[in-house]
């Protein structure tokens, strides 16, 4: 199994249009799921408005020649994508004792040998209705931090309730496991124990990818450099 994330800028008027053009896997070979969210900046700013123009997908496919005959068969749709291979895997609903059923349980659950290099980290998860407010106050202060976090390179939160992401970029897996568990009071350490204290989501999962491909460019609001995967660059890369 392998994913692979993508972003297009396509406008507001054109943006639910688009959403409704999700690849289904009966339809579309070699996928096994996607999702097309609407985006919104991530890092900098707690609670940043959505792009409404921007449209995001994210999907699991069976192989790498799976996603370059679904980009040709759109027209290799405009915008950037990455293609990324699994590292680990840890589902939120299974540490619970709760059944899941998403293509990527129970494969390449175990830590894979880290090639090196950049990271990218995807949380994918269906939230609880009742804990929205909660929820949505902690990744606020999850996400402020970001965009001053060493290594830190460019990130988006994707919504189409209830499914919720964040995708992010950095220059290593190092940098990212810094944030995530590095200081017991910052944002992103709070968030975690707010959710074993009580759930926010019915069942999710969080991904560590190394990315190994990556095509495309974003509107120069959103600066990600082409290439990122060879020369990953200091400093965040949100939306200003």
């Known amino acids: ?30 996928l096994r799921y996607a999702v097309k969210l609407l985006t919104a900046p991530l890092g900098g700013r707690p609670l940043a408005p ?15 020649d799976a996603i370059s005959r679904y980009l040709d ?13 699994p590292i680990q895997i840890h589902d939120y609903a299974s ?22 290099g950049p990271a990218v980290v995807l949380t994918l998860a269906r939230t609880r209705v009742s804990q929205g407010a909660r929820f949505l106050l ?27 992401a964040t995708c992010s970029l950095w220059t290593s897996a190092a940098a990212l496991e ?12 709070r968030a975690m124990d707010a959710d074993r204290k009580k759930a926010f989501h019915h069942e999710g999962t969080f991904i560590r990818f190394h990315p190994y491909y990556s095509a495309g460019h974003l509107t120069a609001r959103n ?18």
């Open 1 to 30: 199994m392998i994913a692979s994330i993508h972003a297009s800028d396509v406008g507001t008027r054109s943006a639910l249009a688009e959403l409704r053009k999700t690849p289904h896997p009966a339809s579309t070979p070699g």
């Open 50 to 64: 959505p792009s409404l123009g921007r449209v995001g997908l994210i999907a699991f496919w069976d192989d790498h």
């Open 73 to 85: 068969s759109t027209g290799n749709e405009p915008g950037w994508h990455v293609r990324l291979e």
């Open 95 to 116: 540490t619970r004792g709760e059944p899941t059923t998403h293509p990527w349980t129970g494969v390449d659950e175990k830590t894979r040998d880290d090639p090196g």
């Open 138 to 164: 902690a990744s606020a202060f999850a996400a402020k931090p970001l965009s001053t976090a060493p290594g830190f390179i460019w990130g988006t939160a994707l919504a189409r309730p209830p499914v919720v």
């Open 178 to 189: 810094a944030y995530a568990y590095g200081s017991a009071v910052g944002g992103h350490r």
């Open 223 to 240: 600066p990600l450099a082409a290439d990122w995967l060879t020369a990953a660059p200091q400093g965040a890369g949100t939306e200003r």
